[in-house]
């Protein structure tokens, strides 16, 4: 007589593989909106640059430039949490879309433009991303075939 339950399955001989390095970085960013989230970071990093550049351009508005720093810099945040946080991107893409164009009045006209059309891309391409879609040779695939089964009469092809 044996321990062994006769409904267990069996266990796999080799552990199943993990992936490490180039793979396990391309599979964590295909589940989040990686390039919004790093174009909104990098325009808030942008901007903040532009704060600090000796430029005799650099405008000082307020409370000795207080909105030219938290502006930008609540920018970063909003960035890094799309990327480490996706299920709060539509928030967090609006508040960047609206930063970014706060910018343009407390920090020298959005990084000089460059960072305003950075955080108004990347927070766009945040606002628009959706998870768990199939790629699309695969949807292709899929609406090929719902094309095809639309264009064929239901009655069994014969014309009158």
Do not use: K
Not at 98 to 105: A, D, M, R
Not at 135 to 156: F, M
């Amino acid at each position: 007589m044996t321990d062994a339950a006769p409904d267990l399955p069996p266990e796999p001989s080799s552990p199943p593989p993990t992936l490490t390095g180039a793979g396990a970085f391309a599979a964590w960013r295909g589940r989040r909106p990686f390039w919004g989230g790093l174009l909104v970071t990098l325009a808030g990093a942008e901007i903040l640059f532009t704060e600090r550049a000796p430029l005799p351009v650099v405008l000082r508005i307020g409370m000795m430039g207080l909105a030219g720093y938290l502006v930008p810099t609540v920018l970063v945040l909003c960035g890094l949490l799309i990327l480490f946080n996706p299920a709060q991107r539509l928030f967090y893409s609006i508040l960047a879309v609206l930063l970014t164009l706060g910018t343009w009045i407390t920090s020298n006209l959005g990084g000089f433009l460059l960072g305003l059309l950075l955080g108004l891309i990347g927070s766009s391409l945040s606002f628009g991303w959706l998870p768990d879609q199939p790629d699309r040779p695969a949807r292709r695939g899929l609406l090929r075939r719902r094309r095809d089964r639309s264009a064929t009469p239901a009655y069994g092809g014969l014309r009158h």
